[in-house]
């Protein structure tokens, strides 16, 4: 199928920003006077909503968690920003995707404000008819921010792809009824992943005969 509206994730999908996160994961961390956090206590933090993240992952408590999210996103706003590159190929991608009369979008779950300033610092920002993330009371779900992109570009689910490189993006799709593209270059879904009935794609590049129709479905 040839989709007319491809949503992107952000985090380990369109850009790895690891560096900038973890660094700001430790940063708040040893401002709240806790020990900073190992690379193992970090796997699995990327991609998922903040404040959920501390306390699912770390155990705050809610009101702890609200002093984190403040805490890191003053740290990321000032450094983490800066701290992420876009993935080889991604640009080709995007463009390739613009050159076919795809529309683009990106739904990520870091802060909108964060998404436009590195997606235009990257220089890719132009290419994207719509950029969505969360808001500053991180209200906002990853079924949400798809459902936006569709409303405002008047798009209908059966013309629609999801790409992303976790759980949260595959579950935002199916609570949305798209299809699906998995990526295996970021920080969730692994190369061979087993049980999972949607494409992976092990490179940026491979995104296009999915997206423009030339590989196999992807619909579920």
């Known amino acids: 199928m040839n ?7 952000m985090d380990g999908t369109l850009a790895d920003t690891s560096e900038g996160i973890m660094n700001s994961h430790r940063y708040t961390h040893k401002m709240m006077g806790l020990v900073e956090p190992s690379d193992e206590d970090l796997d699995g933090v990327i991609g998922g909503p903040l404040l959920q993240t501390y306390q699912n992952h770390f155990g705050f408590s809610e009101k ?6 403040k805490i890191y996103r003053e740290r990321y706003a000032e450094k983490g920003i800066y701290e992420a590159k876009l993935y080889e190929g991604m640009q080709a991608v995007l463009t390739a995707l613009k050159s076919s009369h795809v529309k683009l979008g990106v739904a990520t779950l870091k802060a909108e404000r964060f998404a436009k300033t ?3 610092d990257m220089g890719v920002a132009s290419l994207f008819d719509v950029i969505y993330g969360v808001d500053d009371n991180d209200k906002r779900t990853k079924s949400e921010l798809i459902q936006l992109c569709m409303h405002e570009l008047n798009m209908s ?4 792809v999801m790409i ?4 949260h993006d595959l579950n935002g799709a199916i609570e949305c009824d798209i299809a699906f593209i998995g990526v295996t270059y970021g920080f969730g879904f692994k190369k061979n992943a087993q049980n999972l ?11 296009l005969a999915y997206i423009l129709g030339k590989g196999e479905s992807c619909k579920k």
């Open 3 to 9: 989709y007319k509206l491809a949503i992107f994730d």
């Open 64 to 69: 702890e968690a609200k002093n984190a999210v």
């Open 164 to 167: 992303g490189d976790s759980m």
């Open 118 to 120: 590195m997606l235009a």
């Open 197 to 207: 009935n949607y494409p992976l794609c092990d490179m940026p590049n491979e995104l």
């Open 157 to 160: 689910p059966k013309n629609t």
